[in-house]
């Protein structure tokens, strides 16, 4: 296990502020849909769907519209939606992969390659960018669950990898098939974590300068507004500076 680090950029930003709540909720329930139609609606029988409860309770979806989302999973009239995952390269080179939820395949594949065109880069085929990533299990907490040394020694012992510590909370990854095993230790101890899932972290980063830097917040923008898109993850780092400054 590595010792403690500060966050970095290089694997996506951590959400923009002016996201739509209304727009956020709808991607949170269609993945408590899916989760729940997958597996069985009870959360403590599904790992999937309990991951989808913790992240929708953070960003304080009520108890109602979760309710609701996993009805519907049972219902005659419930969408069907198929799990998908693309792959391309963004401006400057970036690797980048987007993970989507849709009920129309065609739309959601024309929409992303456009966007991939539009900012000068080229969507690809399925694992023509995942090799430079590593699959992980993902678990964050805020930072007044415990001191960076609480939650490393827990970690350690729940058998995670490793731990990441700063001002914006703690980042704990493991093995994709230990997630559900470390999830359970930490919050058994600590409380229920901000988010619990499988993501993939970058083997290595991208620097992007200025004008590829913008064009790829735009992409990434575009994409992570997108109602099918669940998660978008890319290689790319940039320094402080200029991050702040495209964020003014």
């Known amino acids: 296990m590595a010792g403690h680090s500060q966050f970095k950029n290089i694997m996506h930003r951590k959400g923009r502020q002016d996201a739509q709540k209304s727009k956020l909720f709808g991607k949170l329930a269609r993945e408590i849909t899916v989760a729940a139609k997958m597996g069985q609606p009870d959360p403590a029988m599904n790992a999937r769907l309990r991951a989808a409860i913790i992240s929708a309770r953070q960003e304080n979806m009520s ?46 594949a024309s929409d992303i390659r456009s966007a991939f065109a539009k900012s000068g880069g080229s969507l690809g085929e399925t694992n023509s960018v995942s090799f430079l990533f590593d699959r992980i299990g993902l678990i964050r907490f805020p ?4 001191s960076a040394d609480a939650m490393f020694e827990a970690s350690l012992e729940a058998g ?10 703690h980042e ?22 901000e988010s619990a899932k499988l993501s993939w972290r970058p083997q290595n980063s991208v620097p992007v300068g200025d004008d590829a830097a913008e064009k790829l917040f735009r992409l990434l923008d575009f994409l992570e507004d997108h109602d099918d898109v669940q998660n978008v993850i890319a290689n790319y780092e940039v320094s402080d500076e200029l991050m702040a400054r495209l964020a003014s």
Do not use: M
Request: with cysteine.
């Open 143 to 146: 930072a007044a669950a415990a």
């Open 172 to 193: 704990i990854t493991c093995a994709p098939d230990a997630l559900n095993a470390v999830r359970d230790q930490l919050e058994a101890k600590f409380g229920a974590p």
């Open 63 to 108: 108890k109602d519209s979760i309710e609701r989302a996993i009805k519907k999973a049972s219902g005659g009239d419930s969408e069907n939606y198929d799990e998908i995952r693309y792959e391309g390269y963004g401006p400057g080179g970036v690797a980048v992969i987007v993970e989507a939820l849709t009920d129309n395949r065609n739309r959601s």
């Open 160 to 169: 995670a990898d490793n731990v990441e510590s700063g001002e914006d909370g």
